[in-house]
């Protein structure tokens, strides 16, 4: 059977997405880092009929990242679809701040790089070799809606997943005619309930198939999901690449694209929207 990998698995996005892929045949490693949380769904996939294995790990803790893949590939023979969203809104982190641009500090910024893109990159290199010689795979890394539409009060949340979005988008150029494929997803919606009145919400089982879809598609290297749309947002990085293997997005009439780069944001972001895995998508 094939496998997919989550690192940041929790009981939101990463147990739908895990839903979504083991009910169509995928075994689950889940990598977060907590055992008992990890534990539980193992449990509660199991339950359901779907094979699941926790292998704890901290994304902080780079070689632990490694070999906890590396466990996984041992434990089912490999890894086929690799999923990174860490989320420390729901397991906090030490050192976690959030600062407007103007007040990001090397200080502020750096552990949010170490999270969202060290460890992303640290996850990759563990399991594309496998993937290149076997000439399949995906790579789907996640943030929030502020990797695309930044805020100003997640400024350095904001920088280190626009960082993440540009490493794979050109990653996901690198591997073309690879049979890999990396592809970013934004999250550009409040996740779940409680959120702030006016904002668009979105429960994880609305939003964990466009991860199948992409997976099913394999011809996007970004989708951003906006609730009010009721449906994902698709488009590609500027430049739209000739290797592309559909035309890149082209925004309706009188729609503005954003400096980033694709679909004018729908929604004035929440923290959760528009930080990134950090809240978004465990």
Known sequence: ????????????????????????????????????????????????????????????????????????????????????????????VPGFTMAVPSEVTVDNLQPQIEYNLYGAVTAARAVLPAMREAGAGMLLFTTGGGSVHPIPMLGNINAAAAALRNWVLNLHNELAGSGVLAAHVAINTWIGEGGPEGIPSATPEQIAPLYWDLYERRDQAEVVFNARRGAPSTFRKAGCPARSPRPCRQPPPGERPAAGNGPRATAAPSPRAAGGPAQSAS
Do not use: C, N, W
């Open 1 to 92: 059977m094939p496998t997919l990998a989550i690192i940041g698995a929790g009981p939101g996005m990463g147990l739908a997405i895990a839903r979504t892929f083991g009910a169509r045949g995928f075994d689950v490693a889940l990598l977060a880092r907590t055992p008992r949380k990890l534990d539980d769904l193992v449990a509660r996939l199991g339950q359901e009929g779907i094979t699941a294995a926790a292998f704890p790990a901290d994304v902080l803790d780079r070689p632990s990242l490694t070999t906890a893949l590396q466990a996984a590939r041992v434990r089912f023979g490999s890894i086929d679809v690799l999923e990174y969203s860490p989320a420390p809104g729901h397991s906090p």
